[in-house]
C-alpha cells in the first residue's frame, strides 16, 4: 500500500551553515545543502512598514514536513 503525500507537495531543501576561510584569511559562512525533504509551506500573514525612511517587509510562514523516524539530515547524507 502506498502512503500519499498528501499536502507534502513542495521539494525543500535542507540547509547547514559551515565556517569556511576565504581567499584572505577571513572566516565566511557558507550554507551547504544537507539533503531534501518534503513540505507543505504557507504564507501565515504579512505586512509593510516605512521605518528610518526604508521600506520594511515581514512576512510569517509556516513549514510542515514529516516526522523522518531513524533518519538524521546531516552534511554527509
Known amino acids: 500500500m502506498a502512503i500519499s503525500a498528501g499536502r507534502l507537495t513542495q521539494m525543500i531543501s ?3 551553515p559551515v565556517l569556511t576561510r ?4 577571513e ?3 557558507e550554507w ?8 507543505d509551506i504557507r504564507g501565515r500573514s504579512s505586512r509593510e512598514r516605512m521605518q528610518s525612511g526604508a521600506e520594511m517587509a515581514q512576512a510569517e510562514i509556516r513549514i510542515w514536513v514529516r516526522g523522518q523516524s531513524g533518519r538524521e539530515i546531516t552534511a554527509a547524507s
Not at 22 to 25: F, L, S, T, Y
Not at 32 to 39: E, F, L, P, Q
Open 14 to 16: 535542507v540547509l547547514n
Open 22 to 25: 576565504n581567499a584572505a584569511g
Open 27 to 29: 572566516m565566511t559562512e
Open 32 to 39: 551547504v545543502s544537507c539533503g531534501k525533504i518534503h513540505a
